[in-house]
């Protein structure tokens, strides 16, 4: 498809990760779905081509490019079906890592980033907890100096490759005394660091070889050095990255809901009822061209949206209006190619039952649809 957004180089990255996508994950999902994790060799192979560090700089051996490289390498993962992969991967190269490279000192960068880029060290981002989602603001978790530490206590869920992670975006309170979003800190916990604990895999409706895990910090120590950005501005930092890792849902859930109109087309095609393939039935014909046509108009907005980000503009409205719209679109479409293969569509051995349930997080994840809605109403 010809657009102004993307160039000759995106086109070939595209088809490189389409292909990855069709002789990696395919083959392999449905065994790292019932694994409930990812291998740590299909994430490292991820890195030997360059996959995990697209947008890191070249220094640190990442190609250095923009958000509309990870939004390709977002749309292709989404199209593998494998919701759970494509999280899995997405969390390290662009949600978590972007915390490291937009915040790190050098120091910092030197001593992470070409692990996290060559995929020996996988990354989360740790900022939910049991009594604080969508109000970030009002985390508990407590970070306290004490000469040359920081101890750390408290604890947060739903910490996507939190089992499995190597290293940890951690926010804190540091001033509790501050008002509203001021006075939380990011600190870098290493797997390992006494008194950092995981707990529960917690068991989940979709996005099942994705490990999602309860983290606990009981007087975790850790360096001054371990201080990630500004003192009492992790708030800001977690807000700057929240737009990155909103354009990133929107694009797996294009992708997504794209894979799926193709699948059900090819199912309406063979199907018979009433001596007919159902995709003769005017009915279903003008279902997919509708959900079709919202997809299409998603993946544009999409791509206009990344292109706006990519030339440094200030697009919280338009992030947030795609990230809406484009998730709750993947639920439509998923609700749609469910019905369209009939009972087949409610059984656990059909692609189409596994993508309903992965999608159903996209409108919950990054920012609920309310949030979002939120966030463009108080910008009209
Ligand atoms: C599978 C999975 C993986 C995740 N991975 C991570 C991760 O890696 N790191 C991380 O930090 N977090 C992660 N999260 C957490 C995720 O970002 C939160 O679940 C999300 O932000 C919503 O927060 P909450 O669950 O506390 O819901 P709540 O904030 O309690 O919201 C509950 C409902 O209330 C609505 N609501 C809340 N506030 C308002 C308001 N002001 N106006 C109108 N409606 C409102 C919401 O829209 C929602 O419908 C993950 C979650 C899931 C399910």
């Given at each position: 498809?010809?657009?102004?957004?993307?160039?000759?180089?995106?086109?070939?990255?595209?088809?490189?990760i389409?292909?990855f996508v069709e002789t990696e994950i395919v083959p392999n999902g449905d065994a790292w779905e019932q694994d409930g994790s990812v291998p740590?060799?299909f994430l490292?192979?991820m890195?030997?081509?360059?996959?995990?560090?697209?947008?890191?700089?070249?220094?640190?051996?990442?190609?250095?490019?923009?958000?509309?490289?990870?939004?390709?390498?977002a749309?292709e993962l989404g199209r593998s079906t494998y919701a759970g992969v494509t999280i899995t991967a997405l969390?390290?190269?662009?949600?978590?890592?972007?915390?490291?490279?937009?915040?790190?000192?050098?120091?910092?960068?030197?001593?992470?980033?070409?692990?996290?880029?060559?995929?020996?060290?996988?990354?989360?981002?740790?900022?939910?907890?049991?009594?604080?989602?969508?109000?970030?603001?009002?985390?508990?978790?407590?970070?306290?100096?004490?000469?040359?530490?920081?101890?750390?206590?408290?604890?947060?869920?739903?910490?996507?490759?939190?089992?499995?992670?190597?290293?940890?975006?951690?926010?804190?309170?540091?001033?509790?005394?501050?008002?509203?979003?001021?006075?939380?800190?990011?600190?870098?916990?290493?797997?390992?660091?006494?008194?950092?604990?995981?707990?529960?895999?917690?068991?989940k409706?979709g996005w099942r070889s994705s490990d999602?895990?309860?983290?606990?910090?009981?007087?975790?120590?850790?360096?001054?050095?371990?201080?990630?950005?500004?003192?009492?501005?992790?708030?800001?930092?977690?807000?700057?990255?929240?737009?990155?890792?909103?354009?990133?849902?929107?694009?797996m859930?294009?992708g997504e809901?794209?894979k799926a109109?193709?699948i059900?087309?090819?199912?309406?095609?063979?199907?018979?009822?009433?001596?007919?393939?159902?995709?003769?039935?005017?009915?279903?014909?003008?279902?997919?061209?509708?959900?079709?046509?919202?997809?299409?108009?998603?993946?544009?907005?999409?791509?206009?949206?990344?292109?706006?980000?990519?030339?440094?503009?200030?697009?919280?409205?338009?992030?947030?209006?795609?990230?809406?719209?484009?998730?709750?679109?993947?639920?439509?479409?998923?609700?749609?190619?469910?019905?369209?293969?009939?009972?087949?569509?409610?059984?656990?051995?059909s692609t189409i039952e596994r993508m309903s349930r992965d999608a159903?997080?996209?409108?919950?994840?990054?920012?609920?649809?309310?949030?979002?809605?939120?966030?463009?109403?108080?910008?009209?």
């Amino acid at each position: 498809m010809k657009t102004p957004y993307f160039s000759e180089e995106h086109a070939i990255l595209r088809a490189q990760i389409r292909k990855f996508v069709e002789t990696e994950i395919v083959p392999n999902g449905d065994a790292w779905e019932q694994d409930g994790s990812v291998p740590r060799e299909f994430l490292r192979k991820m890195g030997e081509l360059g996959y995990l560090g697209l947008m890191h700089e070249e220094k640190y051996g990442g190609s250095g490019m923009d958000v509309r490289a990870a939004t390709i390498l977002a749309e292709e993962l989404g199209r593998s079906t494998y919701a759970g992969v494509t999280i899995t991967a997405l969390v390290h190269t662009n949600m978590a890592s972007p915390h490291l490279a937009n915040a790190g000192s050098v120091a910092q960068k030197q001593k992470y980033l070409p692990d996290v880029v060559s995929g020996k060290k996988i990354t989360a981002i740790c900022v939910t907890e049991p009594g604080a989602g969508s109000d970030v603001a009002g985390i508990k978790t407590r970070a306290v100096r004490d000469g040359n530490d920081w101890v750390i206590n408290g604890s947060k869920i739903f910490i996507t490759n939190g089992v499995f992670g190597d290293l940890y975006f951690v926010a804190a309170k540091t001033d509790p005394g501050a008002k509203g979003s001021r006075g939380i800190s990011i600190f870098i916990v290493e797997k390992g660091t006494p008194g950092f604990s995981v707990g529960r895999s917690l068991k989940k409706h979709g996005w099942r070889s994705s490990d999602t895990a309860e983290l606990f910090f009981d007087n975790v120590r850790v360096p001054v050095e371990n201080l990630l950005g500004e003192e009492n501005k992790g708030f800001y930092a977690v807000m700057k990255n929240f737009q990155h890792e909103r354009i990133m849902l929107a694009a797996m859930g294009v992708g997504e809901a794209q894979k799926a109109i193709e699948i059900t087309l090819d199912n309406v095609k063979q199907r018979q009822a009433f001596g007919a393939p159902l995709f003769s039935k005017d009915v279903v014909r003008d279902n997919l061209a509708r959900m079709q046509t919202k997809i299409a108009l998603a993946q544009n907005y999409l791509y206009y949206v990344a292109w706006l980000d990519a030339q440094g503009v200030d697009c919280i409205k338009e992030v947030s209006m795609l990230k809406a719209n484009a998730c709750e679109i993947a639920n439509e479409v998923m609700y749609g190619c469910v019905q369209l293969h009939g009972g087949m569509g409610f059984m656990m051995e059909s692609t189409i039952e596994r993508m309903s349930r992965d999608a159903r997080v996209l409108t919950i994840g990054g920012g609920t649809t309310e949030i979002m809605y939120g966030e463009v109403a108080k910008r009209m």
